[in-house]
């Protein structure tokens, strides 16, 4: 995704930008470590509300619930009892999106092939038809899932920290004025918006 066109871009498009460029360094968007979309949601559903070392504590006692596998199919969280999932610390709440997730991708509701070939606004509308997965769980998946270079999370609070020491503003920016920051970064908005994540560490 983040290829020399989208760096080059982004670096003639905003002096503001192109300064946080030249502190981060190299943009480490893998393209190559995607899982698919099923895990993505899953995984994202499973890290709610919690910091990360609890997160990945859960999720993967998650995945050990089934053996060797490298992760369950749909049909196996569906047929999981509630009490076996709550014995990996999931939540009553988070066992019913699991399953919710699993239900639709197992009916056709979702269709998790067809979100490959949609367009950026189809997909969080498709996706957030599941319980639990709202507009940034989508955009997430957009970005780390299916490699879309120009998605801007206005809702993302990374984002708007980034954007708000970076530009030296008094407050976290408005989802409207990050759109219009945003406008000169077109097409490759992904790739800003995770330029703004890592200058976090560095500031």
């Known amino acids: 995704m983040a290829d020399r066109a989208a760096v080059r871009h982004l670096n003639k498009s905003d002096p503001v930008l192109s300064t946080v ?3 981060v360094g190299a943009c ?4 190559a470590q995607r899982p698919d979309v099923f895990h993505a949601l899953a995984r994202a559903i499973v890290y709610q509300q919690l910091n990360g070392t609890a997160a990945s504590s859960i999720f993967k006692k998650f995945r050990a619930l089934y053996g060797d596998r490298d ?9 999981t009892p509630d009490k076996r999932l709550r014995s990996a610390g999931l939540s009553p709440q988070k066992s019913r999106y699991l399953k919710d997730l699993s239900s639709k991708v197992l009916d056709g509701t979702v269709d998790l092939k067809a979100v490959r070939s949609m367009d950026d606004e189809a997909v969080v509308e498709h996706l957030t038809q599941i319980t639990g997965v709202g507009r940034w769980t989508a955009e997430m998946v957009l970005i780390f899932t299916l490699g879309r270079p120009d998605v801007l999370p206005v809702g993302d609070f990374g984002l708007q920290k980034g954007v708000q020491l970076a530009y030296r503003m008094r407050q976290l920016p408005k989802p409207n004025r990050l759109q219009k920051l945003a406008e000169p970064w077109r ?5 800003a918006t995770w330029y703004f994540w890592a200058s976090r560490d560095t500031r």
């Open 21 to 23: 460029i030249k502190e």
């Open 71 to 79: 992760f369950p199919f749909a049909e196996d969280i569906v047929k």
């Open 28 to 31: 480490r968007l893998d393209p």
């Open 187 to 191: 097409p490759y908005r992904s790739v």
